[in-house]
Nanobody, 129 residues
Framework: EVQLVESGGGLVQAGGSLRLSCEVSGFTFDDYAIGWFRQAPEKEREGVACISRSGGSTHYVDSVKGRFTISSDNTKNTVYLQMNSLKPEDTAVYYC??????????????????????WGKGTLVTVSS
């Protein structure tokens, strides 16, 4: 059974930090790029960060560059999203997703879905002002 399980969300004050984890099972970790998406209330889901299958490249949406860092631990089949200098506008449910072939942060969401085989159920991040 394929599973992507997110954890690490919670409530934090603006300027604070959180680290999200996405533990995957049921497929070969190295065969997929793993990305993080988020969806705020009444907003469209957006790609936030992604790490390539080899772990050799990372991609970020402009709004999180310099604040968020994505990394992976192949020994644990886990991808992390370190989020620093959090802002209230970062409040959202954060999802991880397994991508065939490529990361999709730079693509419109409709195109991104084409490359995504699996989703996690999400973890809520709330940043208070």
């Amino acid at each position: 059974e394929v599973q992507l399980v997110e954890s690490g969300g919670g409530l934090v004050q603006a300027g604070g930090s959180l680290r999200l984890s996405c533990e995957v099972s049921g497929f070969t970790f190295d065969d997929y790029a793993i990305g993080w998406f988020r969806q705020a209330p009444e907003k469209e889901r957006e790609g936030v960060a992604c790490i390539s299958r080899s772990g050799g490249s990372t991609h970020y949406v402009d709004s999180v560059k310099g604040r968020f860092t994505i990394s992976s631990d192949n020994t644990k089949n886990t991808v992390y999203l370190q989020m620093n200098s959090l802002k209230p506008e970062d409040t959202a449910v954060y999802y991880c997703a397994a991508h065939r072939l490529r990361c999709t942060v730079a693509l419109p969401l409709g195109q991104a879905y084409y490359y995504i085989d699996y989703w996690g159920k999400g973890t809520l991040v709330t940043v208070s002002s």
